[in-house]
């Protein structure tokens, strides 16, 4: 069964003229990974260079393609989890940084803390010689455009929605059995400056134990934190469900207790896998056995040669 990588693109409303390029990027982050973890690489190094593939993709919601807030700004978060020992890094409403899930990487390693935040998160960065990028070079046509149609007092707050690709992340098992999790976002379109989601913060954007499994969580933030999603995920698992069945019932609890919708990948020690989504669709690809699954729609599960 080992080792394996699933990878997520966001939860949302996708349109069908984006749904293709949605496919694919996951696909080739998954691949990636998979080489890694394949060569003998950890579950960590497996997690973040698939989160920073997507983080280079201007399709998806983090790094180069991340949304705006009010102000025209790109602020990100992400985070990191090590299944093995339980130790975590994590950036919030951090500016002009590449890949802030190498970023939040560095936190867990260099640091005794476990978050960094806004200029603390920026110092932090050129401390440790990561190359601060114009804030240009991060927004995108696309989110540009989105950011001065939620501007427009007339714009109907369910369309702001369409054409979502939010959040992204993924979760491995390596061939040692060790699991890892990465998840990184933009955030909220339109979103209020120094707002932070629920990606950076532990067992809600992701939760990693080797004792259990490690999960990563996309949708709204709010409501993710409102239930710790990625923490009660485990919390099911502990008591016998498998990825599937406790993704389920973690998500359907938090349209029922909360109104919100998300998706989440989800891994256990021994290479059982899931990805689960209560929202319209969710682009995922997870690689095993030398096989690529991948979806968008529920109910879809594509296979192809790794």
Not at 66 to 72: C, P, R, T
Not at 123 to 152: C, H
Request: aromatic residues 4%; glycine residues 12%; hydrophobic residues 40%.
């Amino acid at each position: 069964m080992l080792p394996v990588v699933v990878v997520h693109g966001g939860a949302g409303h996708i349109p069908k003229d984006r749904a293709e390029i949605s496919y694919v990027g996951v696909k080739e982050a998954a691949r990636a990974a998979y080489s890694i973890l394949r060569s003998g690489g950890s579950a960590m190094d497996a997690v973040v260079e698939a989160v920073a593939m997507l983080e280079n993709n201007p399709v998806y919601n983090a790094g180069r393609g991340s949304v705006l807030n009010v102000k025209g700004e790109v602020e990100m978060d992400a985070l990191v989890m090590d299944g093995r020992t339980l130790a975590s890094g994590a950036v919030s409403a951090v500016r002009r940084v590449a890949n802030p899930i190498r970023l939040a990487r560095l936190v867990m390693e260099k640091t005794s803390h476990l978050c960094l935040t806004a200029e603390g998160a920026s110092q932090f960065a050129r401390t440790m010689g990561v190359p601060e990028v114009p804030e240009e070079s991060m927004i995108t046509d696309y989110a540009r455009m989105r950011w001065k149609k939620n501007l427009d007092p007339d714009t109907n707050p369910m369309e702001c929605q369409t054409g979502k690709m939010g959040t992204v992340g993924a979760v491995a098992v390596d061939l040692e059995g060790n699991v890892a999790c990465a998840t990184s976002t933009g955030g909220m379109t339109n979103k209020m400056e120094g707002r932070v989601g629920d990606t950076p913060c532990v067992g809600c954007g992701g939760y990693a134990d080797n004792h259990i499994g490690a999960v990563s969580s996309t949708g709204h933030g709010e409501t993710i934190m409102k239930v710790t999603l990625s923490r009660l995920i485990l919390f099911h698992m502990e008591q016998g469900k498998s990825p599937e069945e406790a993704s389920d019932e973690a998500l359907a609890y938090m349209k029922e207790r909360v109104h919100g919708l998300g998706g989440v990948v989800v891994v256990d020690p021994k290479g059982v896998w899931s990805a689960h989504f209560s929202s319209l669709q969710m682009s995922w690809a997870a690689a095993q056995q030398e096989q690529l699954h991948y979806g968008l729609y529920h109910g879809e599960d594509f296979t192809e040669p790794v």
